[in-house]
């Protein structure tokens, strides 16, 4: 069955550029999936980040549209999310997931806790 | 944007009680809806989607149903393992979780 599994680093700098990475396992990239970023802010809800199907094509939540971008390297069976200018308020888990044909989310990475701070 | 309103924000129930979660959507989305459970520490799980129709391997102690802008999750006996948050989610028009409902043993 599909796997997923966030990396990149656990400590940002304000001001700095999150840069995270989603590994594919047990299915390909490329098939009739969007593949979505998902975040959690310690102790509070899920927020949708954007999504991408493999030709390259995304969508983003307009309240963080100006600062993400999310990228796929069918090569590497993996997809990309880097959010930019971040504050302490991005200080979250954040989980990549496959979203089903039908929309909604499964299954989803373990996901990554990232710290902003100096 | 659709917004997602859930209630109650939190719950204490006991061991084989019957609870039931609400989930109201700023307009109506056609049981575009899926439900999850999230335990502390770990990601989201689906219990079910298009508002009624229960993920494979998932109890048939969980239900769900609705219509419009109204639904609601059932859990028609607790049992200890059930003790989680569990949010709702609609994909009518984008993605949009409502702001969870955490469940504690009474």
Known sequence: ?118 | DIQMTQSPSSLSASVGDRVTITCRASQGISNSLAWYQQKPGKAPKLLLYAASRLESGVPSRFSGSGSGTDYTLTISSLQPEDFATYYCQQYYSSYTFGQGTKLEIK
């Open chain 1, 1 to 118: 069955q599909v796997q997923l599994q966030e990396s990149g680093p656990g400590l940002v700098k304000p001001s700095g550029t999150l840069s995270l990475t989603c590994a594919v396992s047990g299915g390909s990239i490329s098939s009739s999936n969007w593949w979505s970023w998902v975040r959690q802010p310690p102790g509070k809800g899920l927020e949708w980040i954007g999504e991408i199907y493999h030709s390259g094509s995304t969508n983003y939540n307009p309240s963080l549209k100006s600062r993400v971008t999310i990228s796929v390297d069918k090569s590497k069976n993996q997809f990309s999310l880097k959010l930019s200018s971040v504050t302490a308020a991005d200080t979250a888990v954040y989980y990549c997931a496959r979203v089903s044909r039908q929309n909604w989310f499964d299954p989803w990475g373990q996901g990554t806790l990232v710290t902003v701070s100096s």
